[in-house]
Each structure stands twice: as structure tokens, then as C-alpha cells.
């Protein structure tokens, strides 16, 4: 939730949690827009990020900048933000149970041909019992998700 701040331009404010913080890396606007109704969208520029957490909030304050010379947007009015794309929701996911944890890193078997192959995997966000798969693995190979943790790299795959 983002609150106005300002008319034209108009400032929206929003505090986020540490999780929804590292979903803006990189941004340079989000999308935002009226729950009442929710069909009308516009593009807010990311104006102020805080790169330190509020110690008393536990946040990191985000500010965006709207043009607003019809005066669409009021003050006190709260308007909802979109910190992710549909797009960037479309994701390349693993069930968590085939995930091996060893020290700081993390692996997975894949089944590669006649054997199986340990692979260091780059782990993203969690929903459910999968996980967000950032490098590793590619679409479509064979995960092995039972058993993996008995299994040694380069182990010939038995019939």
C-alpha cells in the first residue's frame, strides 16, 4: 500500500518488508493503480529507495513519482503497487525436496544421459513446496527429487 504525498508531480510513499525490498533491485519504476477499480494502471517512477532498513519499522521506505496534471490521483487516497511483473513471475521453479544443502551452497541431481550429475544451483523466492530457480538447471532436463541424497556425481543411472 503506498499513500499520496504530493499532487503534481504526486509522491507516493510505501514501507516494505526485507522481502519486497529485494524484489525492486534494479527497477526503475513499478506499476501502481486504484483498488476501486483496479483496471485503470499507470507507471510511478522510483524516485527514493532506502538502502538501509528503518531499525524502529523494520522497512525500507519507497517513494515514487507520478505526473499528475488532471489531478486523477488525490491525496489520502491509498493506491496499490505492483512490485513484480507478470512476466517476471513466470519463473523457472524446482520442488524444495530435491534441494541438498551443503555448508552455504546448494545442489541438485540431474539426470544426465547415462548418470547422474551434481549441480550447484542459484536459489530465488519460495512459494509452497517449490523454489524459485535462478541458474543451474535449464527447462526440461531431469531432476531427480527421491533418493538424491544417496546418489554421488557422475553415478551411472541403473534400470
Known amino acids: ?14 514501507e516494505l518488508s526485507e522481502n519486497n525490498y529485494q524484489l525492486l533491485k534494479g527497477k526503475q519504476e513499478l506499476v501502481y493503480y486504484d483498488p476501486d477499480p483496479p483496471t485503470n494502471k499507470g507507471t510511478a517512477k522510483i524516485s527514493y529507495l532506502a538502502p538501509i532498513m528503518s531499525a524502529t519499522s523494520k522497512t525500507y521506505t519507497l517513494e515514487l513519482e507520478v505526473s499528475n496534471k488532471e489531478h486523477q490521483l488525490r491525496p489520502g487516497k491509498r493506491y496499490m503497487i ?20 551443503e555448508n552455504s551452497d546448494t545442489f541438485v541431481f540431474v539426470k544426465s544421459g547415462g548418470q ?9 523466492r519460495i512459494n509452497g513446496e517449490y ?19 544417496t546418489l554421488k556425481d557422475g553415478q551411472s543411472v541403473e534400470s
Open 116 to 124: 547422474y550429475q551434481k549441480r550447484k544451483v542459484s536459489l530465488g
Open 82 to 101: 505492483e512490485l513484480t511483473t507478470e512476466a517476471e513471475e513466470q519463473v523457472s521453479a524446482i520442488p524444495t525436496l530435491s534441494v541438498i544443502r
Open 1 to 14: 500500500m503506498g499513500q499520496i504525498q504530493q499532487i503534481d508531480p504526486i509522491k507516493v510513499t510505501a
Open 131 to 149: 523454489q524459485e530457480v535462478l541458474a543451474g538447471v535449464k527447462e526440461g532436463e531431469q531432476l531427480v527429487i527421491t533418493g538424491q541424497n
